[in-house]
């Protein structure tokens, strides 16, 4: 069983920055492909980013890429994902995510078997 705690959503101003963090317990972490996803009203859960056990490959959707940085660090069991140039389309409930069966690092959803209760984040114009 692994449980993750999401941290460091908030309001902020078009242009601005925030940094989330999942906190995981258990000693699976390091085992686990972690990743973080987003869901705004009315829309589908989708993918934002994904790190591989060891930290060594991160992946981003197209939206995201060159404004978030995924990253963890496995003897804090914590997985990071900071946010800079944050647009209003950005504004949604973000989820961390924790994969043990698959090898691969996953994009979608049913990869993951653990899931956090989500942090609000909120972009204003």
């Known amino acids: 069983q692994v449980q993750l705690v999401e941290s460091g959503g908030g309001l902020v101003q078009a242009g601005g920055s925030l940094r989330l963090s999942c906190a995981a317990s258990g000693r699976t972490f390091s085992s686990s492909n972690m990743a973080w996803f987003r869901q705004a009203p009315g829309k589908e859960r989708e993918f934002v980013s994904a790190?591989?056990?060891?930290?060594?490959?991160?992946y981003y959707a197209d939206s995201v890429k060159g404004r978030f940085t995924i990253s963890r660090d496995n003897a804090k069991n914590t997985v990071y994902l900071q946010m800079n140039s944050l647009k209003p389309e950005d504004t949604a409930v973000y989820y961390c995510?924790?994969?043990?069966?698959?090898?691969?690092?996953?994009?979608?959803?049913?990869?993951?078997?653990?899931w956090g209760q989500g942090t609000q984040v909120t972009v204003s114009s």
């Open positions: 995510a924790a994969g043990l069966i698959f090898v691969r690092v996953g994009v979608r959803p049913n990869e993951y078997e653990y």
């Open positions: 790190i591989s056990r060891s930290g060594g490959n991160a």
